[in-house]
């Protein structure tokens, strides 16, 4: 079946980088693509950026500066990596497949992160 | 940006009644807007995708209308266990989410 996991470090100092990994499992990368998407606690969702299908990428432009996503395909792995983080980028992030329609049809568990010295 | 204005914040409703939530977009996002149930401490979940049609999976209790700027989702009769927070997001330009109508029971 369809899986998502995300995993990385729950804490991160101001100005330092995020790194995460999003694996899956039940379908290819190369054929569906994968969104990431972070949630401040108690806020709205907010579409950060997808790998495509393709190995494209896209990316929301109030992130695009300091936002960066790859992939590998060999081990079923998608990764985000933020700079520059601040207190205002804490939140739960997600990984989602995206379906034929670019909606968000499976999603991980998500991940909390917090920001902070 | 596409500016996704949610109403009611917070809707409080008995079990059997019918629950309408709206969005808002701030401009023409041509049908393409989905929406999401959150239950407390899980994942978002797709309910409707393209305005008007139902995922797999999801009681056939919801539903989805608009056009243009409008839209809405419909639960006719509603169950203890759509208490939850609802997302409408939209993907014709720049994607964004709403910031949610949150659902308690009367």
């Known amino acids: 079946q369809v899986q998502l996991k995300e995993s990385g470090p729950g804490l991160v100092q101001p100005s330092e980088t995020l790194s995460l990994t999003c694996t899956v499992s039940g379908f290819s990368l190369t054929s569906y693509s994968v969104s990431w998407v972070r949630q401040p606690s108690g806020k709205g969702p907010e579409w950060m950026g997808r790998?495509?299908?393709?190995?494209?990428?896209a990316y929301n432009s109030a992130l695009k500066s300091r936002l960066s996503i790859s992939r590998d395909t060999s081990k079923n792995q998608v990764f985000l990596k933020m700079n520059s983080l601040q207190t205002d980028d804490t939140g739960t992030y997600y990984c989602?497949?995206?379906?034929?329609?670019?909606?968000?049809?499976?999603w991980g568990q998500g991940v909390m992160v917090t920001v902070s010295s | 940006d596409i500016q996704m204005t949610q109403s009611p914040p917070v809707l409080s409703a008995s079990v059997g009644d019918r629950v309408t939530l709206s969005c808002k977009a701030s401009?023409?996002?041509?049908?393409?807007l989905d929406w999401y149930q959150q239950k407390h401490g899980e994942a978002p979940k797709l309910l409707i995708y393209y305005t008007n049609n139902l995922q797999t999976g999801i009681p056939s209790r919801f539903s989805g209308s608009g056009s243009g700027t409008d839209y809405t989702l419909t639960i006719s009769s509603l169950q203890p266990e759509d208490v939850a927070t609802y997302y409408c997001?939209?993907?014709?330009?720049?994607?964004?989410f709403g910031a949610g109508t949150k659902l308690e029971l009367k």
């Open positions: 790998m495509w299908y393709d190995g494209d990428t």
């Open positions: 401009q023409n996002i041509n049908k393409n």
């Open positions: 989602t497949r995206d379906d034929l329609n670019n909606s968000f049809d499976y």
């Open positions: 997001y939209q993907y014709n330009s720049g994607p964004t």
